[in-house]
């Protein structure tokens, strides 16, 4: 009997072999946007400084030799590099983990009564889903689900049309050193929108993106992440 319960104690403390699907943490855009700003204001003080060093090092009779000026620069251009290098490692990090994330998906279990599971897929334009399947909305993905196991089979891919609100934070947009790339999010629906491109003589936006005036810019803004991604030219 002793021997029975004890059996019965590991069994439901025991780990389950595939990991559940959890509720995933809320996005705090206002803290990504606040760091990349952070970011981008570092390097720019660092631009400006440089400016005013060799602004100050071609004043006659500054005191400044050209000697000192060139360490000078080169100085704050390594103080630069350092800080994009630990960006750009930072985002490498990031990165990795989403894929890790987006890797696990198949081994992932969603029970058929969890919150993810999609219970009206025609409201995402999804076809009706397989017979013993589910749809599910997983860490910012559509999945299929086996009624059986409730394992996720297959991970659908993105498309235009799929919802943002909940899809993860991903890694940050490098900071420039001219600090030209517009930070703020633009709606396809907002008044900054170029609604007819060819009367500015601006070529077909590319697919997932669409043309807007930001911060005196004309610039390509991503349509899911609703962030700029190319300066086009000044307007």
């Known amino acids: 009997m002793i021997r029975t319960i004890a059996l019965l104690a590991i069994g439901l403390c025991a780990a389950p072999a595939f990991a559940q699907i959890e509720q995933p943490l809320p996005r ?12 981008q204001r570092q390097i720019d003080q660092l631009e400006q400084t ?11 009779n500054s005191g400044v030799s050209g000697s000192d000026a060139a360490l000078r620069d ?18 490498m990090r990031q990165q990795r983990e989403r894929d890790v994330i987006t890797n696990a ?23 009706p889903a397989p017979p013993g399947k589910y ?25 235009p049309s799929d919802p943002t609100a909940d899809v993860p934070a991903g890694p940050r947009l490098m900071p420039t050193v001219d600090g030209g790339l517009p930070l703020r999010r633009v709606s396809p629906a907002s008044a900054l929108v170029i609604a007819d491109p060819g009367s500015l003589a ?14 005196g810019k004309i610039v390509l803004v991503d349509a899911r992440t609703e962030l700029p991604v190319k300066v086009v030219r000044a307007g």
Request: hydrophobic share 35%.
């Open 74 to 91: 080169m100085q704050l251009r390594r103080e630069q590099d350092r800080l994009l290098q630990q960006a750009e490692q930072d985002r």
């Open 202 to 215: 601006l070529s077909a936006a590319p697919r997932g993106q669409f043309y807007a005036r930001v911060d």
């Open 105 to 127: 998906l198949p081994n992932s279990r969603v029970p058929a009564t969890s919150t993810s599971v999609v219970r009206t897929p025609e409201a995402y334009a999804l076809p």
């Open 135 to 159: 749809y599910a909305r997983v860490d910012g993905r559509f999945v299929i689900v086996d009624s059986t196991s409730e394992l996720v089979e297959q991970v659908l891919p993105v498309r």
């Open 50 to 60: 440089r400016q005013r060093e060799r602004d100050r090092a071609l004043i006659p």
């Open 28 to 39: 705090f855009e206002g803290l990504e946007m606040q760091l990349q700003r952070e970011e």
